[in-house]
């Protein structure tokens, strides 16, 4: 029998380190790659969920029948403080300042001194965005990958200006990575004119 087994653990600074290397992987709003939301139809496509609202799975790895992405607005580090001015899932979040300094050190200094493992993102839909689109499920991918060269600095992308395996609907496979997603309790129909805004605090 082994002897003198002892527990190991991951500490925060090392949580922080992934929070840090997912921020500069994704930090690009011009590049191929990108952190983007969608809005998508989900199982039955533009009707109603049967049954009620499913539950969130762990196990899903896409969301099918997407309408569209949209390249993130903003993205900060953050830390959870009773005073801060950002309100994400009723929890209020203070933002962490990044230095512009070459020394990876000085300019995340503030980031590992906090230990930050979380970080606010930001995503609007504005107006003549996908308008009278319906959906009932919200995503967050990260890495997507743009299919076309011409369309990297665009903020918004179809399905199909983004690379995907499959043949059609709902078996599409995109070249990114679903980092969260939520399914709404009904059917939600864009107006012209709608602005909507998404948040999420990704923690690692």
């Given at each position: 029998?082994?002897e003198?087994?002892?527990?190991a653990?991951?500490?925060?600074?090392?949580?922080?380190?992934?929070?840090?290397?997912f921020?500069?992987?994704?930090?690009?709003?011009?590049?191929?790659?990108?952190?983007?939301?969608?809005?998508?139809?989900?199982?039955?496509d533009?009707a109603?969920?049967?049954?009620g609202?499913?539950?969130p799975?762990?196990n899903?790895?896409?969301?099918?029948?997407?309408?569209?992405?949209?390249?993130?607005?903003?993205?900060?580090?953050?830390i959870?403080?009773?005073?801060?001015?950002?309100?994400?899932?009723g929890?209020?979040?203070?933002?962490?300042?990044?230095?512009d300094?070459?020394?990876?050190?000085?300019?995340?200094?503030?980031v590992?001194?906090q230990?930050?493992?979380?970080?606010y993102?930001?995503?609007?839909?504005?107006s003549?965005e996908?308008d009278?689109?319906?959906?009932?499920?919200?995503?967050?991918?990260s890495?997507?990958?743009?299919a076309d060269?011409?369309?990297?600095?665009?903020n918004?992308?179809?399905?199909?200006?983004?690379?995907?395996?499959?043949?059609?609907?709902?078996d599409?496979?995109?070249?990114?990575i679903l980092?969260?997603?939520?399914?709404?309790?009904?059917v939600?129909?864009?107006?012209?004119?709608?602005?909507?805004?998404f948040t999420?605090v990704?923690?690692?």
């Amino acid at each position: 029998m082994p002897e003198n087994i002892s527990t190991a653990i991951s500490p925060y600074i090392a949580r922080t380190k992934k929070a840090i290397d997912f921020y500069e992987a994704n930090l690009s709003k011009t590049s191929q790659y990108g952190l983007m939301m969608c809005i998508a139809g989900g199982l039955g496509d533009s009707a109603e969920w049967v049954g009620g609202t499913p539950v969130p799975s762990l196990n899903t790895k896409q969301l099918t029948y997407i309408r569209g992405f949209k390249r993130y607005k903003s993205m900060f580090f953050v830390i959870p403080n009773t005073s801060g001015s950002l309100d994400v899932g009723g929890i209020s979040w203070s933002t962490l300042s990044v230095v512009d300094d070459p020394n990876w050190y000085v300019k995340y200094a503030n980031v590992l001194a906090q230990n930050s493992r979380w970080l606010y993102v930001e995503a609007e839909l504005g107006s003549g965005e996908l308008d009278t689109a319906t959906y009932k499920q919200i995503g967050l991918y990260s890495k997507l990958k743009i299919a076309d060269p011409v369309n990297y600095e665009n903020n918004l992308l179809y399905p199909s200006e983004i690379s995907r395996s499959g043949a059609a609907e709902p078996d599409y496979i995109y070249s990114g990575i679903l980092e969260v997603y939520q399914n709404k309790d009904r059917v939600i129909s864009r107006s012209i004119g709608l602005k909507e805004v998404f948040t999420w605090v990704l923690e690692f």
